[in-house]
């Protein structure tokens, strides 16, 4: 069957979709000696109220996970076979860091986020 997507459309939609990584991102992987060191892979999904960051995290344990919030950045720890492994996330600043949960359920890890609703300023 033949794709009824034009090169337009195509172009569209890689440009409109968030990369995996930021630049910066890359620049850490570098400097912390490559992609070895991320254990397990991290997505992040967002609607119109809601951001969402995906770890998948097989064979690890809830009790082997940690989540800590340090301003506008997710840090998701977790030891499988004796080593720790971690992952920073960036949070975009219109996320809600205070109404945050965490659910772990068959070796995925999601963690839902608010996101702050803009509001329209009257001008006098």
Known sequence: MQN???PMRLMNDFF??????TLLDTL????RGGEEQHAFAV????GQTHFTVTAELPGVPKRDISLELHGQNLNISAVKNSRK???IISLPYYVQTKGMRAVHRDGVLKVHFLKQQSRK???D
């Not at 409109?16 to 990584?21: A, F, V």
């Not at 850490?28 to 400097?31: A, L, N, P, R």
Request: no cysteine; charged share 40%; proline share 4%.
């Open 121 to 123: 300023i009257e001008i």
């Open 4 to 6: 009824n997507r034009g």
């Open 43 to 46: 997505t992040t999904n967002e």
């Open 16 to 21: 409109s979709q968030r990369p995996k990584k």
């Open 28 to 31: 850490d992987d570098y400097f």
């Open 85 to 87: 492994r971690t992952q």
